[in-house]
């Protein structure tokens, strides 16, 4: 997106950026940082990767409604549900001015309490009425999942996620990458099934390190969920164990629940759909291109069902 189309939508909101600075282009969005008389800001551009679907109002809809009871979120201020009029370009409609969130992302190195912090953020986003199944829309004065089955809902937050997708693992991309792990996950699926089974919530999403900034040992904020979704609260947690392993699972349920039963049970839930993640992000990676990304998905994948088979955690 070119500098001045920003740096004009900036002026039509009465924003005029001292300074704007382009940061990131994520999966769903193109972020640029602008120095303002109101602060800093986050300016979001919806520019979704091929195959990947976004609905910046429901995103920002959900971030309100977090950030009205004190979440650590980055909290939007104008959007372009507000102001339909302007836009950075006619094929990039959606936008969204947030304030500024500070902070290194997370990765396993991260202290314990930001993991803490997280947990009760992700208790209280669990906490929303949730109603429907897959990615969150905005239905009058509520958000909701737009699909009415809990598998259909799966498959429209993660890509050919076996076996909810009603896909053979032979015609996964996991056939051809690691073909070895195939009849090993296969022999898993009545587990797998198990662990999301149990009431929906409004999830996250995509609990990258991205996605989770801290600073002095502290979370400072969640960004980007313009992949949340109603599904089972297990899918967060299983996407924590893909992106940083078991103990950041453990870390973040020890702020999330007092119930240690319960957050056993969860994290062995977790264990059991992290496999799926992987398959998500196998199918990602040949979809983008990205070898590493693929390497990275059959590691964690070898490594889940190495612990899976076991019964007890590997290390890292």
Known sequence: MPRDAVAALLDALDLGARRLDFVAKASTSEVWKAET????????ILAPHPGKPADLDADVALRQILASGGARVAAPLLDSGRRPDLSVAAHRPAWAVDRWIDGGRADTATADPVWYDLGVLLADLHGLPARGHGRLRVAGDRLEGRLAEPDAGVADRFDQPWP???????????????????????QLEDAIRRAADAVPAIIHGDLNGANIRHADGRLRGLL??????VL????????????????????????YTADREGATAL?????????????HHLSRARTLGLPAR?????????HDLAEIEAGREQPA
């Open 232 to 255: 089972v609260p297990t899918w967060d947690f299983a996407l924590l164990r893909h992106f940083h392993g078991a103990g950041a699972v453990g870390r973040t349920l020890a702020g």
């Open 224 to 229: 980007d969920l313009a992949d949340a979704a």
């Open 267 to 279: 994290a062995g839930a977790a264990r059991l759909l992290a496999p799926v993640v992987a398959l």
């Open 37 to 44: 008389a109101a602060g800093l800001l986050a300016v979001r």
């Open 294 to 302: 693929r390497a990275y998905a059959v590691d964690r994948l070898r």
């Open 164 to 186: 909810f997708d009603g896909s053979r693992l032979a015609g996964h991309p996991l056939a051809e990458a690691a073909p070895d792990l195939v009849p090993r996950l296969q």
